[in-house]
């Protein structure tokens, strides 16, 4: 779940903001992994 969060941030279709808690670890990292450092706002 986590890594569909993080492709529809890299897609522009979510905010890390709407990611769910439980996820936003998981998906923080990913993002990272991939170089989107940017696009982890709150």
Same mark, same amino acid.
């Given at each position: 779940? @986590?890594?569909?969060? !993080? ?10 903001? $709407?990611?769910? @808690?439980?996820?936003? !670890? ?10 989107? $450092? ?5």
């Amino acid at each position: 779940m @986590a890594m569909i969060y !993080a492709t529809l941030i890299i897609k522009g279709v979510k905010a890390y903001r $709407e990611v769910p @808690a439980a996820l936003k !670890a998981q998906v923080k990292a990913i993002l990272l992994d991939c170089g989107c $450092e940017n696009l982890i706002t709150d």
